[in-house]
C-alpha cells in the first residue's frame, strides 16, 4: 500500500494532546512482516519523541500548523463571551473538556483555555481542571507562537491581557 507522505522532515506539525512537533525523519520499518512508515515528531516543548505511522497520520490527528489568518480566528475564540461546556458537576465538564483537546482542533483548544480562565475567576479550580487549564494553554500557545511568528512569551502576554 503506497501513501503519500504528506510532511517532509523538518516540517511542523500538531499532533492531538502533545501539541507541536518537527518532523525530524522519516523512518521505515519491518513489523510483523510488512514494512510500515513512520514520521519521527521531536515535541517542541518537552522535546518527546513521538512514531506516527504515515497511512494513519490523518486518523490520528496529525496536521499541519494553522495558518496566520486561523492563529487570529484561535484569539477571536478566545475572546467571545460565549462558554463552550455548561455541564455541572465538575467531573462532568473535565470529561467534555477532555474530548476538547483530544479533538486537536486550536478551536476547541482555545474554547477549553477561555472556559478555564473565566471559570478560574470565579471560583477555585479542582486540580484536573488546572491540569487542563496548563495543558490547553501550553498546547494554543506553542502552536500561535509559530504561527504568528512570535516569541511565547509574547503570545502568553496577549492571552493573559485577553483576560484580564
Do not use: C
Request: hydrophobic share 40%.
Amino acid at each position: 500500500m503506497v501513501v503519500s507522505q504528506v510532511f517532509k522532515i523538518g516540517d511542523m506539525a500538531v499532533y492531538p494532546a502533545h501539541g507541536v512537533g518537527e518532523v525530524t525523519d522519516i523512518q521505515t520499518r519491518s513489523l510483523g512482516g510488512k514494512e510500515r512508515s513512520f514520521y519521527i515528531l521531536r515535541v517542541v516543548e518537552n522535546g518527546m519523541k513521538i512514531m506516527v505511522p504515515v497511512e494513519t497520520a490523518a486518523a490520528a490527528g496529525l496536521r499541519p500548523l494553522i495558518s496566520r489568518k486561523e492563529a487570529k480566528k484561535v484569539l477571536e475564540v478566545l475572546k467571545s463571551e460565549d462558554v463552550a461546556v455548561k455541564t455541572q458537576p465538575w467531573n462532568r465538564r473535565y470529561r467534555e473538556y477532555m474530548e476538547m483537546l483530544k479533538s486537536g482542533s486550536p478551536f476547541e483548544v482555545a474554547k477549553v483555555l477561555r472556559d478555564l480562565f473565566r471559570l478560574k475567576s470565579d471560583k477555585d479550580l479542582s486540580f484536573g481542571e488546572r491540569r487542563l487549564l496548563d495543558t490547553a494553554r501550553s498546547l494554543l500557545v506553542t502552536e500561535l507562537a509559530l504561527s504568528l511568528g512570535k516569541k511565547e512569551e509574547s503570545v502568553e502576554k496577549d492571552i493573559q491581557v485577553l483576560f484580564e
